[in-house]
């Protein structure tokens, strides 16, 4: 499948996850009937999570420049050391994300990131291996991905952990068949023969705690399996028919969808 400008076309997990949502709201947001930007804003909750996210890649860039000029390439405490790193960034996104001037909003947002900064150590020189780094490759049956992962982290000899932030709290049971965390996990193995090993993990802003688990072989190659029949279906597809459900609430393109039309008249 190519973009408008013929080139091959980039799946993400949330690409899938969009088409198997709804079909016409992938082609409107990804696919041949991309429309240009809504005026319908995000959720508070959504841009809350990007702010802090932004926030803390900040303090982990920051960490990673001085470890680099540190004989032993460690230090102590936690990463409160770049606190003022990382509310600075914060404060740029919410001035990029059109945040709302709240200041409920904004001491919620400082509170939780002081919390976070408090409770994640600051790493050893090489432990870091992306933040929030933009990864293009492809599955072994050809497909190209884009991966985004939030935090990389080598945790022991071949042996990295890849962190997702949630901004609510994290069941732990929801770790082990995490589609997005899994599809990172074999896709960086895949692409880097130094990995040997993958972990992933869902980090709770909220709480300023994380669950880890070890990677499935088999769960991972089930996710990547599905990302491809997915692109596949996608490919194949020419209607890109709307799939009415609870998601058409939130959806940015309801003024364009025949759906809400419908059910408007």
């Known amino acids: 499948m190519a973009d408008a400008n013929g080139a091959p076309r980039a799946w993400s997990v949330s690409a899938a996850h969009t088409y198997r949502t709804c079909p016409l709201q992938w082609s ?63 404060g740029v996104a919410w001035e990029t994300h059109r ?14 990131l002081d919390s976070v900064l408090g409770a994640l150590p600051v790493p050893a020189r090489g432990a870091v291996y992306a933040i929030e780094h933009r990864i293009r490759t492809r599955t072994a049956g050809g497909l190209l991905v884009v991966l985004v992962p939030d935090l990389v982290l080598w945790t022991g000899r071949g042996t990295v952990r890849v962190r997702d932030y949630k901004t609510g709290r994290v069941d732990p049971a929801a770790v082990a068949g995490s589609q997005q965390l899994l599809i990172y996990a074999g896709l960086l193995a895949e692409r880097d023969p130094t990995i040997t090993g993958v972990e992933i993990e869902l980090y709770s802003l909220r709480g300023a705690a994380g669950h880890a688990e070890p990677a499935d072989p088999r769960q991972v190659a089930d996710a990547i ?14 209607e890109h028919a709307p799939r009415p459900g609870p998601h058409c609430a939130s959806c940015p393109f309801q003024q364009v969808c025949p759906a809400m039309s419908r059910r408007a008249a």
């Open 225 to 238: 399996d599905r990302l491809e029949r997915t692109a596949a279906t996608a490919a194949a597809d020419t």
């Open 99 to 112: 945040m709302p001037s709240d200041s409920t909003e904004a001491l919620e947002c400082l509170q939780l």
């Open 28 to 90: 409107y947001r990804y696919g041949p009937h991309k429309q240009p930007p809504t005026l319908e804003a995000p959720s508070v909750h959504r841009l809350r999570g990007r702010v802090l996210h932004e926030a803390l890649a900040a303090a982990y860039r920051a960490a990673v420049t001085e470890l680099a000029d540190t004989p032993g390439g460690l230090l102590p405490g936690t990463m409160t050391r770049y606190r003022r790193v990382a509310r600075a960034a914060l």
